[in-house]
């Protein structure tokens, strides 16, 4: 059995706690793996149960409230701190939304649950953004897990493709569109929208970060970028190390003349020399250009050449996958020791 504590409830750890209920029982016939959440809060509320939270309830209680404040009958509510230094819990899943400023509240949920020997999932990317070296090192000190495949590419599995599946062979450099919103914004600038009218279109399918600025000015492309960097290139690396231009200043006459020279203007990640995000013109035929709001990346390696990955890179679903793949990686872990 393995306890966890959920941080946040929003799309992401409601989407993880359906996944539960849809495959509890395959989960415990295929892979012996028998979840139980004893703990979920987000800034509004928490619920708490040793003996496990009832998901579907929970998802009810949120559905009809819009929090999970009345989950419990009386106001019993815990602070997200308290509630992981109290709780007994094996792993620690870190769902609240990702800031590039100071990280929190994610960096402390995390940091305090690897000091008190919790493994670690996180799909929040700003704590891995601004200390990714130094948190894997707490991981290392303590001796638990921290795992992120949800971070980039939502649920393909490009993280576990380049460190795993590219075993044994170098990387050499590699480039990608990591940004589904942006990627969006600018295939319908090419069908012929100004700027404005595709952010708009992309604001109302709902695709946009709540803070914007974290996607058009390419700080969720420049986080995704950092986390490859140390964990493919073993780069020590943090934000700030990453040269940086979003698509605020792209315009119809240069998609226009990218699309001349049959391109398209992407927003492209990319580790060669140096580490940088910014819009660059990628030819139409090339495997990387991927359109509407999908992520690609490419990988050089020595030997094997390049080969380049597709798939849908956000959504609730795609991640909670992720933290499914993570928690079965943790489960098959924790029995070899
Ligand atoms: N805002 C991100 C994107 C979500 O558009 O790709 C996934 O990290």
């Given at each position: 059995m393995l306890r966890i504590i959920l941080c946040g409830f929003g799309v992401v750890g409601q989407s993880f706690a359906k996944l539960l209920l849809s495959r509890s029982e395959d989960l415990y016939a295929k892979h012996g793996l028998k979840p139980r959440v004893v703990g979920v809060f987000d800034s509004v509320g928490s619920a708490t149960s040793s003996a496990g939270i009832d998901l579907e309830r929970l998802l009810e209680t949120k559905k009809k409230y819009g929090n999970i404040r009345?989950?419990?009958?009386?106001?019993?509510?815990?602070?997200?701190?308290?509630?992981?230094?109290?709780?007994?819990?094996?792993?620690?899943?870190?769902?609240?939304?990702?800031?590039?400023?100071?990280?929190?509240?994610?960096?402390?949920?995390?940091?305090?649950?690897?000091?008190?020997?919790?493994?670690?999932?996180?799909?929040?990317?700003?704590?891995?953004?601004?200390?990714?070296?130094?948190?894997?090192?707490?991981?290392?000190?303590?001796?638990?897990?921290?795992?992120?495949?949800?971070t980039v590419g939502g649920g393909t599995p490009i993280l576990d493709y380049a460190k795993n599946s590219l075993r044994g062979e170098r990387i050499v450099s590699f480039q990608g569109i990591l940004n589904g919103t942006t990627n969006y914004i600018l295939t319908n600038m090419a069908a012929g929208m100004t700027f404005g009218e595709a952010l708009d279109d992309a604001r109302k399918k709902g695709y946009v970060e709540a803070d914007e600025s974290l996607d058009i000015d390419g700080f969720d492309a420049a986080a995704k970028l950092v986390i490859l960097a140390n964990w493919i290139m073993d780069m020590k690396v943090t934000i700030k190390d990453i040269k940086r231009?979003?698509?605020?200043?792209?315009?119809?006459?240069?998609?226009?003349?990218?699309?001349?020279?049959?391109?398209?203007?992407?927003?492209?990640?990319?580790?060669?020399?140096?580490?940088?995000?910014?819009?660059?013109?990628?030819?139409?035929?090339?495997?990387?250009?991927?359109?509407?709001?999908?992520?690609?990346?490419?990988?050089?390696?020595?030997?094997?050449?390049?080969q380049t990955i597709i798939g849908r890179g956000a959504g609730g679903m795609e991640t909670a996958s992720s933290i499914?793949?993570?928690?079965?990686?943790?489960?098959?872990?924790?029995?070899?020791?």
């Open positions: 009345k989950y419990h009958n009386k106001e019993r509510q815990a602070n997200g701190l308290d509630m992981i230094k109290g709780m007994e819990a094996e792993v620690l899943i870190e769902t609240t939304p990702s800031n590039y400023k100071d990280a929190e509240p994610g960096m402390s949920h995390i940091v305090t649950a690897m000091k008190k020997g919790m493994h670690v999932i996180t799909v929040n990317k700003g704590p891995l953004a601004l200390a990714f070296p130094s948190l894997m090192e707490l991981a290392i000190y303590n001796q638990v897990q921290l795992k992120f495949s949800g231009t979003g698509i605020r200043n792209v315009t119809v006459s240069d998609i226009k003349r990218a699309s001349s020279n049959h391109c398209a203007v992407k927003l492209i990640a990319s580790c060669n020399r140096d580490l940088e995000v910014s819009p660059r013109e990628v030819p139409k035929d090339d495997p990387l250009c991927v359109n509407g709001t999908l992520n690609a990346i490419t990988f050089n390696s020595e030997h094997s050449g390049q499914l793949r993570d928690l079965l990686d943790i489960k098959q872990e924790m029995g070899r020791v």
